[in-house]
């Protein structure tokens, strides 16, 4: 068998989440290397997809699926990524470089695809020492984040082929009601609070409805931009790759920059809501941000507040659902009462950005 390695314990644990030999022959079908899978390791960062990165006739391979618990869009989110990740190979956009896709699901069960491996690291896990020892580094990196999106706005997708990938008309008119409706159906979660809980949830919606932009430029959207969602390189303050494409879609992109925007420490006290780095010295403000992107891009920034409002409304719910679900024993309770105190904080901070 192409993956004959019985006496490899990391890879007979892997073979409970992939089959290694079904995954072998359908690699020797496209050409892909050949000999045994060898030296598979889940790299490090949670994610609740699959990750299996390893080695084969030389070559280095991450190999990206859905969970084995049964996930309605799973499949579906993998040929997405995967379209989009084929659609950006010609671009300066920095993402993982798509190898192959299996858009079926006989092989491992479900939809898959193979990509690069990333040479770079996480900057929520940790640092190393040359970003670790210099502020004008780390606000490099920061810089880095708007530059990311910005090159993934200019991106046509019409060109792309991917104008079916999401409705962009009616996209900000649909936001809030799509969400509310969201929160709402959390009602079916017995010992859930209810959104009363939840200050300034009916005003921020009301804002965010009374204020939106008439207009705006269709594009790719990442769907969940924010510091633990990209990979630096190691030898500067550049990204290495944008990665979880797991929300990206057709829309605004200006909800990308609102989204680091919600997500982004306004202080040295890094509050609910926010994903940071330490040390957090020397990354620039929201404001510093919101000027790099401007420089690069055509689009109208004049209501970048309100995205950000936006942003901070829709990630507060999302993550709300997290509390519900461990109101009625379906989540640890430990976990939804630390979203849930994400959650207040985001809807304070847009309490602040309408007030």
């Known amino acids: 068998m192409a993956t004959q390695n019985a006496a490899n314990p990391a890879l007979d644990a892997w073979r409970s989440l992939v089959d290694l030999d079904r995954l072998a022959a359908w690699m020797d079908g496209r050409g892909l290397e050949s000999g045994p899978i060898e030296e598979a390791a889940r790299p490090p960062g949670g994610t609740q997809n699959i990750l299996l990165k390893f080695r084969r006739g030389g070559r280095w391979f991450m190999l990206r699926r859905p969970p084995l618990a049964a996930h309605m869009n799973g499949s579906e989110t993998m040929r997405r990524e995967a379209r989009v990740l084929a659609a950006l190979a010609d671009t300066d956009v920095p993402h993982p470089r798509l190898i192959a896709a299996e858009p079926g699901e006989d092989v491992l069960g479900a939809a898959f695809y193979l990509m690069e491996p990333i040479d770079g690291f996480n900057a929520t896990v940790g640092l190393p020492p040359l970003h670790l020892g210099s502020a004008q580094v780390r606000h490099g990196m920061g810089l880095a984040l ?143 941000l919101v000027e790099r992107y401007a420089g690069q891009t055509e689009r109208d920034l004049s209501h970048m507040r309100w995205y950000g ?42 309490l602040g950005w309408i007030g």
């Open 146 to 288: 708007a530059d990311g999106i910005a090159a993934l706005g200019r991106v046509d997708h019409a060109a792309k082929g991917l104008t079916d990938l999401g409705r962009a008309d009616g996209f900000l008119e649909r936001q809030v009601g799509r969400w509310k409706k969201q929160l709402a159906s959390y009602a079916q979660y017995e010992g859930w609070a209810g959104p009363g809980e939840i200050e300034g949830v009916d005003a921020v919606g009301d804002w965010l409805d009374a204020h939106r932009p008439a207009t705006f430029t269709p594009g790719i959207i990442h769907g969940d931009y924010h510091l633990a969602n990209v990979m630096y390189r190691f030898d500067g303050p550049e990204l290495a790759a944008i990665v979880d494409w797991e929300l990206t879609t057709v829309g605004d992109p200006l909800l990308d920059l609102g989204w680091l925007m919600a997500t982004w420490p306004q202080k040295d006290a890094i509050e609910a809501g926010t994903v940071s780095v330490t040390p957090w010295d020397g990354f620039p403000t929201i404001e510093e």
């Open 309 to 350: 409002v936006l942003a901070c409304y829709k990630l507060g719910i999302i993550l709300e659902g997290t509390n519900a679900r461990a109101a009625a024993g379906k989540a640890e309770k430990a976990t939804g009462d630390a979203l849930h105190r994400q959650t207040l904080g985001l809807f304070q901070r847009a």
